[in-house]
């Protein structure tokens, strides 16, 4: 009967140690998604501000509550909202060749002349 007790305690302990070891895989690879989440979101902002200074040079002469006042005022502007149809288009040919292209294949300078391209 002690032989039992002795058996059941190891088999006890045994499972903790396998259900310590499991919460731990849990919580790293929890880590490693909000890692490649937060690496993501930082590219993307990496990429966006590059756009802005490739399309506003000076945008470092302003703080930014006087470029998000200057960005708010050029979309509500007259040439990005008459050709909102166009880029419409333009947003979904771009995201149905994204679709089509692997990323490595995808080319960024013909999206990008695509979107500037000329109002239909």
């Known amino acids: 009967m002690i032989e ?3 058996d059941t305690s190891k088999n006890l302990e045994k499972a903790l140690q396998v259900l310590q070891q499991a919460k731990q895989r849990v919580a790293n690879e929890k880590k ?4 490649k989440k937060r690496k993501a979101e930082n590219h993307h902002k990496y990429i966006m501000g590059g756009i802005v200074v490739k399309y506003l040079p000076d945008c470092y002469r302003y703080d930014e509550g006087e470029l998000n006042r ?4 050029a979309l509500q502007t007259r040439e990005c909202n008459v050709t909102q149809a166009s880029q419409c288009r333009y947003i979904s ?8 292209t692997t990323p490595s294949q995808s080319n960024p ?4 002349n695509e979107s500037e391209g000329g109002t239909e």
């Open 4 to 6: 039992s007790k002795n």
């Open 93 to 100: 040919k771009i995201k149905a060749e994204s679709r089509e």
């Open 70 to 73: 200057i960005l708010s005022v």
């Open 32 to 35: 490693k998604q909000n890692e």
């Open 109 to 112: 300078t013909n999206a990008e």
